[in-house]
Structure formats: structure tokens, C-alpha cells
């Protein structure tokens, strides 16, 4: 696991912003075409692949660290619910998750 | 991105969970599929007892596509390589669906210290004749793809994730010798099924394809529970997939605590959102017998041509 490198003022935009950038680098140059924003729907808009889901996961789980765990949040979301994840959702989680455990 | 080298393929691999877990390694299924679908549905709910391993097989997923080596033998020593790749001695469970799940009863059954126990969804195993069998769907699905109403409707609405599916897929079918490999996979013995004395969970949705290869677990094994699936088919897992995921959790904490496991037999109501795999199955069926019938047509077409070609039908 690499060292975190975000800290707790790390705010919901800046998320959003590591999340499109690693998005780009996952789908490649197809996806430097795309405009991704907080309501990008990850299927709709994206249209990423879910195994493109798997290495974006891989690669935020690198970012953060184990302050959030990704795949035991999924385990809480249906299918559809998955499916139909929003930039802004998947931030959200993560703003969540460094606030918890930076105790505030 | 997780790989690791095997037989000079490269394998993408995923682990997750407790390292000092139990490990449970995932198999997923033929063509259209990839570790993705085991990552989103069964890992979650395992992910917090165990030691979870997931794996692209060779031509799915982020794995190497080489051109040959597609056979069950193959598939076996795949995933005893990336055990020994990983220093996982084993015993492990094993959890397949559909040709995943072939490959754990076939691995159970090659390498018997290293199964742990089987979980197995929608098991599609070798019968006499499943060879032809699947190398037919194989060439059908080739031929469908192939087809221009096809190729004009994924240009037209496919979008890019159906695109570069259709695209993988094409190349599996068409630039690997996998329908090769798998026509001529051995049937599996009734007798070797009597004796694979494991834990063993199998679940198949009631209207599935494969319902037949259910009934044989059910019969055969010493040790099995079978789960039938209310108004499911083949695609169980993701039509149910709420109710799969607490099945299989229950399942494995009945292992940890040592439960004994004796043959039975349930059937297993899914929640109100989930199903409907009848309605699945009958268009599944549909546009199956829409290709077998333009196949076959275009087959008539080529040995009329064959025919009409001077010389033709001569022996040279």
C-alpha cells in the first residue's frame, strides 16, 4: 500500500479531480475526449468497462491508502447501484471515509 | 496492475482481503467475462474473513491473449501455476461460475490436496458431447458477430463498452485456437464425481440451460447442497445477485466454524427486484435459433457453391 499522500482538508472538487485524472490514464485516449465532472454517471457517461472499474478501483485504493475501502463499500451497493455510480458518488465515499479517519 | 508471469503468459491478477484469511480463489466464466464480475458481486461480502484471489484467465480480462492453450488442462495448470506464482500452497476453496466452475471441479479432481472445498455457480461441465457443444455456441457466436445487421447495430447504438466487448470476443473466437481446444475436451466420468468427497455448494438458477448438470452434482457427489434459484437462469449471479452474495457468505462461515455438510437440496427464494430469468432465457433462445437458422443457411449456401464448382465432389 503506498503512503497516503492526501490529507484530511483534502476537499470533495479535489477528489473528483484525482478520480477523472486516473479515469484518463485507465481508459487511455479515448477517454481524453471526455468531460468528467461530479455528475459523470461512471456507465452512462464514461462508459467505462467494469474490468476498467476494477483497475480504477486499484489505482484510488493506491492513492488513499487504507483509510477507505472500496470493495467492502461495494459489497453495501447493488448491482444497479454500482452501475449507475456518479464521479460525485465515488468522491463522496472517499471525502467520507478521510474524514472518519482523520477523527473529524 | 497485478500480474504475474505463467507458462510465459502473463496473468492479471487481484488480492484482496485478509492475508492470514483463508484464501478463496474466483474463477469467472468464458468469452464475455473477466475477474470484473466476481469483483463486484461475491469479493465484497468475502473480502472481510478472507483471503480473496481473482484472476483474468488467459484471453479474458487485462490477461495475455497467446493464440493457443485454451483447453480445460490448460486452464488447470493456469491456475495451479499463479498459486505456486503466488506461494499459495493451498488447500484453497475454489469458486467458479459457469466455465470457472468447470475448472474447479476439474482441478479438484487433477490436484486433490489443493482444494479446499467447491462453490459453484451454474457449472457447465463435460458430458459426452459438450465439446461440439460448445464449440458450436463458440462458432455461432462468431458467426452472429460477423453478420452486417449486427456490426451496423453495435455502430450504431454499441456505444464503446458493447464495442470493445463485441471486439475482444471476435478476436478470442477467430484469433485463438480456444473452439479448437475445447471441442475436444474429455468427457467427464460419473465415477469421478462419486468420488470428489468435498464440501461442495452448487448453485443453479431453476430455468437455467444447464439445470440437467445440476441434477448430476445432486446425485454424484457425496457432499453437496444444491441451490436452486426461483425465476433465475444461467446469469444466477447477476440476476440475483443480493441473495447469491448471502448464500455464498453463510456458506463459507458454515465452513469456518466446521459445519459438516451433507447432501441437500433447496430452493432458494430471490428478492422482489431480482429474477425474471425465464424472460431471459426465452430471448437467449430466440436469437440462438435466429443465428442457427441464418448459419445454417449460409452453410447450404457454401456446399451449393462447393457443389457447382467444377471438378467439386471428385476425388483428386
Given at each position: 500500500?503506498?503512503?497516503?499522500?492526501?490529507?484530511?482538508?483534502?476537499?470533495?472538487?479535489?477528489?473528483?479531480?484525482?478520480?477523472?485524472?486516473?479515469i484518463?490514464?485507465v481508459i487511455g485516449e479515448e477517454g481524453f475526449a471526455l468531460?468528467?465532472?461530479?455528475?459523470?454517471?461512471?456507465s452512462?457517461?464514461v462508459e467505462i468497462e467494469s474490468i476498467e472499474f476494477v483497475a480504477?478501483?486499484?489505482?484510488?485504493?493506491?492513492?488513499?491508502?487504507?483509510?477507505?475501502?472500496?470493495?467492502?463499500?461495494?459489497?453495501?451497493?447493488?448491482?444497479?447501484?454500482?452501475?449507475?455510480?456518479?464521479?460525485?458518488?465515488?468522491?463522496?465515499?472517499?471525502?467520507?471515509?478521510?474524514?472518519?479517519?482523520?477523527?473529524? | 496492475m497485478?500480474?504475474?508471469?505463467?507458462?510465459?503468459v502473463s496473468l492479471h491478477?487481484?488480492?484482496?482481503?485478509?492475508?492470514?484469511?483463508?484464501?478463496?480463489?474466483?474463477?469467472h466464466g468464458m468469452l464475455v467475462d473477466n475477474l470484473s464480475s466476481?469483483?463486484?458481486?461475491?469479493?465484497?461480502?468475502?473480502?472481510?474473513?478472507?483471503?480473496?484471489?481473482?484472476?483474468d484467465q488467459r484471453g479474458h480480462g487485462r490477461s495475455a491473449r497467446p493464440a493457443t492453450g485454451y483447453?480445460?488442462?490448460?486452464?488447470?495448470?493456469?491456475?495451479?501455476?499463479?498459486?505456486?506464482?503466488?506461494?499459495?500452497?493451498?488447500?484453497?476453496?475454489?469458486?467458479?461460475?459457469?466455465y470457472?466452475?468447470?475448472?474447479?471441479?476439474?482441478?479438484?479432481?487433477?490436484?486433490?490436496?489443493?482444494?479446499?472445498?467447491?462453490?459453484?455457480?451454474?457449472?457447465?461441465?463435460?458430458?459426452?458431447?459438450?465439446?461440439?457443444?460448445?464449440?458450436?455456441d463458440l462458432e455461432l457466436a462468431g458467426f452472429g458477430l460477423s453478420e452486417s445487421d449486427v456490426q451496423d447495430w453495435l455502430g450504431d447504438f454499441g456505444g464503446r463498452k458493447l464495442n470493445r466487448l463485441a471486439r475482444k470476443v471476435e478476436a478470442l473466437i477467430k484469433e485463438t485456437s480456444m473452439i479448437?481446444?475445447l471441442?475436444?475436451?474429455?468427457?467427464?466420468?460419473?465415477?469421478?464425481?462419486?468420488?470428489?468427497?468435498?464440501?461442495?455448494?452448487?448453485?443453479?438458477?431453476?430455468?437455467?440451460?444447464?439445470?440437467?448438470?445440476?441434477?448430476?452434482?445432486?446425485?454424484?457427489?457425496?457432499?453437496?447442497?444444491?441451490?436452486?434459484?426461483?425465476?433465475?437462469?444461467?446469469?444466477?449471479?447477476?440476476?440475483?445477485?443480493?441473495?447469491?452474495?448471502?448464500?455464498?457468505?453463510?456458506?463459507?462461515?458454515?465452513?469456518?466454524?466446521?459445519?459438516?455438510?451433507?447432501?441437500?437440496?433447496?430452493?432458494?427464494?430471490?428478492?422482489?427486484?431480482?429474477?425474471?430469468?425465464?424472460?431471459?432465457?426465452?430471448?437467449?433462445?430466440?436469437y440462438?435459433?435466429?443465428l442457427?437458422?441464418?448459419m445454417?443457411?449460409?452453410?447450404?449456401?457454401?456446399?451449393?457453391?462447393?457443389?457447382?464448382?467444377?471438378?467439386?465432389?471428385?476425388?483428386?
Amino acid at each position: 500500500m503506498s503512503a497516503p499522500s492526501d490529507n484530511a482538508t483534502t476537499s470533495v472538487a479535489e477528489i473528483v479531480a484525482t478520480i477523472a485524472r486516473h479515469i484518463h490514464e485507465v481508459i487511455g485516449e479515448e477517454g481524453f475526449a471526455l468531460d468528467i465532472d461530479a455528475g459523470s454517471s461512471l456507465s452512462e457517461d464514461v462508459e467505462i468497462e467494469s474490468i476498467e472499474f476494477v483497475a480504477l478501483a486499484e489505482r484510488l485504493q493506491a492513492t488513499y491508502g487504507e483509510r477507505i475501502d472500496l470493495i467492502a463499500w461495494l459489497g453495501e451497493l447493488d448491482l444497479d447501484e454500482i452501475i449507475d455510480l456518479t464521479v460525485g458518488e465515488l468522491a463522496e465515499f472517499i471525502d467520507a471515509c478521510l474524514r472518519e479517519g482523520a477523527g473529524a | 496492475m497485478p500480474e504475474l508471469e505463467v507458462g510465459g503468459v502473463s496473468l492479471h491478477y487481484q488480492r484482496l482481503g485478509r492475508p492470514e484469511g483463508e484464501t478463496v480463489v474466483m474463477l469467472h466464466g468464458m468469452l464475455v467475462d473477466n475477474l470484473s464480475s466476481l469483483y463486484l458481486t461475491l469479493a465484497p461480502v468475502l473480502v472481510g474473513d478472507m483471503d480473496v484471489v481473482l484472476y483474468d484467465q488467459r484471453g479474458h480480462g487485462r490477461s495475455a491473449r497467446p493464440a493457443t492453450g485454451y483447453g480445460v488442462e490448460q486452464s488447470v495448470a493456469d491456475l495451479e501455476a499463479l498459486l505456486a506464482g503466488l506461494g499459495i500452497s493451498g488447500p484453497v476453496h475454489l469458486l467458479g461460475n459457469s466455465y470457472g466452475a468447470l475448472v474447479a471441479i476439474e482441478t479438484a479432481l487433477a490436484r486433490p490436496g489443493l482444494v479446499a472445498s467447491l462453490t459453484l455457480i451454474e457449472a457447465h461441465f463435460a458430458v459426452d458431447g459438450w465439446g461440439d457443444h460448445v464449440a458450436h455456441d463458440l462458432e455461432l457466436a462468431g458467426f452472429g458477430l460477423s453478420e452486417s445487421d449486427v456490426q451496423d447495430w453495435l455502430g450504431d447504438f454499441g456505444g464503446r463498452k458493447l464495442n470493445r466487448l463485441a471486439r475482444k470476443v471476435e478476436a478470442l473466437i477467430k484469433e485463438t485456437s480456444m473452439i479448437e481446444d475445447l471441442r475436444v475436451a474429455r468427457a467427464l466420468p460419473p465415477a469421478a464425481l462419486r468420488g470428489l468427497d468435498l464440501p461442495t455448494l452448487a448453485l443453479y438458477g431453476e430455468h437455467s440451460d444447464a439445470i440437467d448438470r445440476a441434477r448430476d452434482l445432486e446425485a454424484l457427489l457425496p457432499r453437496c447442497e444444491l441451490d436452486l434459484f426461483a425465476d433465475c437462469a444461467h446469469s444466477v449471479l447477476f440476476e440475483a445477485t443480493r441473495t447469491v452474495r448471502g448464500v455464498v457468505a453463510d456458506w463459507y462461515r458454515r465452513l469456518a466454524r466446521g459445519e459438516t455438510i451433507v447432501p441437500a437440496t433447496h430452493r432458494v427464494e430471490v428478492g422482489e427486484a431480482e429474477g425474471e430469468g425465464a424472460m431471459h432465457q426465452e430471448h437467449v433462445d430466440f436469437y440462438k435459433a435466429e443465428l442457427e437458422r441464418r448459419m445454417g443457411a449460409a452453410m447450404g449456401r457454401t456446399a451449393l457453391r462447393i457443389e457447382a464448382r467444377p471438378g467439386a465432389g471428385r476425388p483428386s
